[in-house]
């Protein structure tokens, strides 16, 4: 009798069933977790602990992550256990950060706060990347970003198009083609052995590619 659409605390998957997730997938022998959705993961309330289990049983974890709700708890184990982290930050400042988000200016420097302290000592085979979707919004803030996140010593930025009905991100083909060109002088400029940028440049045309489903 669990409610079907809106999701409830009602319709979460059971706390003691979640939390014994990590051991079922030893037994299965399933190596490798990446804790993402169509939501914030560090909404749930038992994260933080289901992480922990995660990492104590020796499995590989990604995340995936708006940063908002990073704290020192979670950080420090996020540093300890995790294989690679994402980070969606989509601009280089907090007026840019705030329209796409719909958050409180404040929350870009925080979110600049806590990804400082993951680079902190960070291992190195902990990956930390940023992932930054061009918009109507912030296209203009592709190369101030890229910079930033270069300088901070993230291990990659990638970025890819907005998606939307039309397939052009609600972009013009000028503008299309000039963030196209300036990734590309970008990658050249700034890719090293320990940062690279990433674009997926057919992302558009694989949106407005014709196909033979049959509706």
């Not at 804790?35 to 995660?54: A, D, S, V």
């Not at 049983?57 to 990604?62: S, V």
């Not at 988000?101 to 993951?118: E, P, Q, V, W």
Request: charged residues 30%; aromatic residues 8%; glycine residues 6%.
């Amino acid at each position: 009798n669990k409610p079907i659409g809106r999701p409830t605390i009602e319709s979460r998957i059971p706390d003691d069933i979640f939390l014994d997730i990590p051991r079922q997938m030893v037994e299965a022998g399933i190596p490798a977790i990446e804790i993402t959705g169509g939501g914030e993961p560090f909404l749930h309330p038992k994260i933080t602990e289901f992480i922990r289990l995660c990492g104590e049983n020796n499995r590989d974890i990604g995340i995936v992550t708006n940063g908002s709700l990073l704290n020192d708890e979670r950080i420090e184990l996020i540093k300890k256990y995790t294989t690679w982290i994402r980070i969606s930050m989509d601009s280089s400042n907090s007026v840019t950060h705030k329209i796409i988000h719909r958050t409180a200016g404040s929350d870009f420097d925080r979110i600049i706060s806590s990804i400082k302290k993951l680079l902190d000592n960070k291992r190195d085979d902990l990956i930390l990347g940023i992932s930054f979707i061009i918009t109507p919004e912030n296209y203009d803030d592709v190369e101030n970003s890229a910079r930033l996140y270069a300088s901070l010593k993230v291990n990659h930025i990638r970025f890819s198009w907005m998606y939307d009905r039309e397939g052009h991100a609600g972009l013009t083909q000028k503008q299309i083609d000039d963030v196209v060109l300036l990734l590309k002088n970008l990658q050249k400029e700034l890719d090293t052995e320990s940062f690279k940028i990433f674009n997926e440049s057919n992302r558009i045309q694989l949106y407005t590619a014709r196909n033979d489903f049959k509706t």
